[in-house]
């Protein structure tokens, strides 16, 4: 069995973004009414590529508890009237925003987006009330790219963790 590595990153500051504008056609729109049929499929939608596993046997009940929680924002990026990819925010404790999902469609990655959706989640992050710090993780498994696109829009790794 090969270990997998998990990289927890923040910033501490907007001043630290180093932001992409250009939006590629992607219109980033906040999901006003909470559905967690929703952010389950977004959830299926990007994270199949990438073993995103942990909420795969989660019922209805427990989308419906996360999803549907005053703390979780949910934000979708649309190309030409189609899903194209996706962000979560959930405000926590002590100030503390954690993108807690991020990514694109397989059909999207390659296409330049990924720098500007990502720009979109801190600028939406650090907009909401009461924010002292961003964060957000990653791991060995996601896309080869997406480590350096965390870092590359000012995130600062502070931990690695292996896990079996």
Same mark, same amino acid.
């Given at each position: 069995?090969?270990?997998?590595?998990?990289?927890?990153?923040?910033?501490?500051?907007?001043e630290?973004?180093?932001?992409?504008s250009?939006?590629k056609?992607?219109t980033?729109?906040?999901?006003?009414?909470q559905?967690?049929e929703?952010n389950?499929?977004?959830?299926?939608?990007?994270?199949?590529?990438?073993e995103w596993t942990?909420?795969?046997s989660?019922?209805?009940? %427990?989308?419906? &508890?996360?999803s549907?929680?005053a703390?979780?924002?949910l934000y979708?990026?649309? $190309?030409? *009237?189609?899903?194209? +990819?996706y962000?979560?925010?959930? %405000?926590?404790? &002590?100030?503390n925003?954690?993108?807690?999902?991020?990514?694109?469609?397989?059909? $999207?990655? *390659?296409l330049?987006? +990924?720098?500007?959706?990502?720009? %979109?989640?801190?600028e939406?992050?650090?907009?909401?009330?009461g924010?002292?710090?961003?964060?957000?993780?990653?791991c060995?498994?996601?896309?080869?790219?997406?480590l350096?696109?965390?870092?590359?829009?000012?995130f600062k790794?502070?931990?690695t963790?292996?896990?079996?």
């Amino acid at each position: 069995m090969s270990s997998v590595s998990i990289f927890h990153l923040e910033m501490l500051s907007l001043e630290q973004l180093n932001a992409k504008s250009d939006p590629k056609e992607l219109t980033i729109v906040k999901a006003q009414k909470q559905q967690f049929e929703f952010n389950k499929f977004l959830y299926q939608f990007v994270g199949s590529a990438w073993e995103w596993t942990d909420k795969l046997s989660w019922t209805d009940v %427990q989308w419906q &508890e996360y999803s549907e929680a005053a703390d979780l924002h949910l934000y979708v990026g649309y $190309f030409q *009237g189609s899903p194209a +990819g996706y962000f979560e925010l959930q %405000q926590q404790s &002590e100030g503390n925003v954690e993108i807690m999902y991020f990514g694109l469609g397989t059909r $999207f990655i *390659g296409l330049g987006m +990924g720098g500007y959706l990502l720009t %979109q989640a801190i600028e939406q992050a650090w907009s909401l009330v009461g924010t002292k710090r961003v964060s957000v993780h990653t791991c060995s498994l996601d896309h080869p790219s997406a480590l350096k696109n965390y870092t590359a829009r000012g995130f600062k790794l502070y931990k690695t963790e292996l896990e079996q």
